[in-house]
């Protein structure tokens, strides 16, 4: 595999573990969102905010369009440098994710 084909995550990454990897993050999201705030009882919005980078790394797994308005670019195959862009927009989604997820809020 080439270096250039990772922008490309339906080339080295089967459907099935992207398909798992978004059902793992919602079931974490649930889980801590449940430990925050009936737990916990964390008084913050953080933990809904976290959804939007889950939205975000949804849209790179599969190759759809951001949902994010104005910044959703169509999602174009033969466009190799907003693919890049969307690589880069996932890998600082999926840090805010994390930080949101067990810094934030808490």
């Known amino acids: ?7 490309w995550p339906d080339k080295w990454m089967p459907f099935g573990v992207r398909v798992s990897v978004v059902i793992v993050a919602w079931i974490l999201w649930f889980i801590v969102s449940y430990l925050k705030y009936f737990v916990f009882q964390v008084n913050g919005v953080l933990q809904i905010v976290s959804a939007i ?16 308005p104005p910044a959703n670019p ?18 600082i989604a999926v840090i805010a994710f994390f930080g949101i997820l067990f810094i934030g809020d808490w």
């Open 1 to 7: 595999m080439k270096v250039s084909d990772l922008i």
């Open 74 to 91: 169509d999602f174009d195959m033969d466009d190799e440098w907003l693919q890049t862009a969307r690589t880069c927009i996932f890998v």
């Open 53 to 68: 980078p889950l939205l975000i790394a949804w849209a790179y797994l599969f190759n759809k369009t951001l949902p994010l």
